[in-house]
């Protein structure tokens, strides 16, 4: 399918607001998982800790092994007391950051942050992109240590419950910290079925994307076409892409865990789909029409209505079979979004 004439409205299901996974389960494996035949739309539904059946020997996952930031951070505007909400966005070099403040139309520069009864302090510096404010933050020891203390994970706004366990919205191989959300297609894996996983001979490849919340905005143009994605920093080392590679050449399948790694191989490969180790920032946007370089599956969890994530996956298995899998998820009362089920396109 050719994106020219694509509208965002082709990508709108209607989603029971029930449907919404509010909570975590007790046994990250135990999700539902549905299988979607790229090729044929047909469907079956399994388990999620079942997975290992459907990889074989010499299959390469890949997952994006960042680490979300307890980055939403609560506290008050010095000069009135007044109560503000600062989100962590990204890190533009040592204490300064690129922020969402909330309210935002009083944060003008100058004004000044306290948290945690002083523990963190900031000052608003500048108004940027979006209305976002690059703070500079002040405080004792490290950074991270006070911001581990102080901080929220940075639920999305359609998850209304408090989260018990901040580990929770993070995947069980998480390493660098950078994520303003989690890539929740990883959120399903425990220690035990990535070790089952390599036991069958699976090679597990480990990329890093930061998530930044311009994955979850809304495309607000009709035409997808005119929609600009943000920029995310990714980083591919040399045995990532050395293990992607090889499963490439030997021709097995290159099965991506979740829409950020995705992303980060299809940014970085080169013509003929190979890797190499590289850093940079993406904006790539992968709709309907795109051609994919590297990958071949993807395991994915539910993505909201018209949102750039539903219209990747329809690039990858075709618009109508995705929406008509969307449709008998909702049917068969799967959990969507973060802390939903999950699907797997093959």
Known sequence: MDAQGLKTSDFYFDLPEE????????????????????????????????????????????????????????????????????????????????????PGRKMKPGARLVFGDGALKAEVLDVVEEGNRLVRFTYQGIFEEVLDSLGEMPLPPYITHKLKDKNRYQTVYAKYDGSAAAPTAGLHFTEELLSKIEQKGIKLAYVTLHVGLGTFRPVKTD??????????????????????NEAKKSGHRVICVGTTSCRTIESAADKNGMLRECCGDTEIFIYPGYRFKVLDGLITNFHLPESTLVMLVSALAGRENVLGAYQEAIEERYRFFSFGDAMFII
Request: charged share 30%.
């Open 19 to 102: 449907l919404i996974a509010q909570d975590p389960l007790e046994d990250r494996s135990s999700s539902r998982l549905l299988l979607l035949d790229k090729n044929t739309g047909k469907i079956r539904h399994e388990v999620f800790r079942n997975i290992a059946d459907y990889l074989e020997a010499g299959d390469c996952l890949v997952l994006n092994n960042t680490k979300v930031l307890p980055a939403r951070l609560l506290g008050i505007k010095e000069e009135t007391g007044a109560a503000v909400e600062v989100l962590l966005l990204k890190r533009r070099e040592a204490d300064i950051w690129e922020t969402l403040v909330k």
């Open 223 to 244: 035409n997808i076409l005119e929609h600009h994605m943000h920029s995310e920093y990714y980083q591919i080392t040399d045995q990532a892409a050395r293990t992607i």
